[in-house]
C-alpha cells in the first residue's frame, strides 16, 4: 500500500516538475493576438490534418465575430457559409474573419487546398448572399514568396491574395469591394 502511494507522489512530483520547466522556456517571439489566436486553434491534439472528427473543434475555437451558417469539408476544400450577426456589421471585422478561416483552411491545414466562403446578410435560408471568396493554397503561398501585402488591413490582403466577388445587396449595405 505504501509503494503505491509512493509511487503515486512520485508522478505527482515529476509531472509538476515538467510543467514548470516547460512554463519557463522561452516563447518564440513576440506575436500579435490574432497569431496567437490562431496558434491556440492549431494546439489542439489533432495535428494539421483536417477532418470530420475536428472540424467543428477547430472552427468553435475561433475568435469568429460573424455566425457561422454552415460547414462542410469534403476533402480538399472547406466550405463555409458565414452570415452577419448583430454587431458584426462592421467592414473590418467581416474581412478580419475572412481572413482568419482563408489562413486557417490554406496556410495551418496540410490537406486543404481551398476554402470557399460565402457571406449571407441572414442566416435565415431566404438571406441574400454578399460576398464569395475562393482561397486557393497556391494564392496563399504566393504571399510567402515575397508579396509586399500589408498585413494590418484584413481587406487589402483578402482581395490581394484570395478571389472575391461581390453582390449588388453587399454594395448597398458597404460600398463597393
Not at 67 to 78: A, H, T, V, Y
Not at 85 to 93: F, T, W
Request: with cysteine.
Amino acid at each position: 500500500m505504501t509503494t503505491r502511494v509512493g509511487k503515486l507522489l512520485f508522478t505527482i512530483g515529476l509531472s509538476v516538475v515538467i510543467a514548470l520547466s516547460l512554463s519557463l522556456l522561452p516563447g518564440t517571439g513576440e506575436r500579435s493576438s490574432e497569431e496567437q489566436n490562431l496558434q491556440a486553434v492549431v494546439s489542439l491534439a489533432y495535428g494539421r490534418k483536417l477532418n470530420d472528427e475536428n472540424l467543428v473543434d477547430y472552427v468553435a475555437r475561433m475568435p469568429f465575430t460573424l455566425g457561422i451558417r454552415s460547414l462542410d469539408w469534403r476533402e480538399p476544400i472547406l466550405y463555409v457559409d458565414f452570415y452577419l450577426q448583430e454587431g458584426s456589421v462592421n467592414r473590418d471585422r467581416i474581412f478580419t474573419d475572412i481572413r482568419h478561416i482563408c489562413e486557417f483552411g490554406t496556410r495551418t491545414m496540410r490537406n486543404v487546398e481551398q476554402v470557399l466562403v460565402r457571406l449571407y446578410d441572414t442566416r435565415s435560408p431566404n438571406g441574400h448572399l454578399l460576398l464569395a471568396i475562393s482561397a486557393d493554397r497556391s494564392d496563399a503561398t504566393m504571399s510567402e514568396l515575397g508579396e509586399d501585402i500589408e498585413q494590418d488591413d484584413a481587406e487589402q490582403y483578402v482581395k490581394q491574395l484570395f478571389h472575391v466577388q461581390s453582390t449588388a445587396r453587399w454594395n448597398q449595405l458597404f460600398g463597393e469591394v
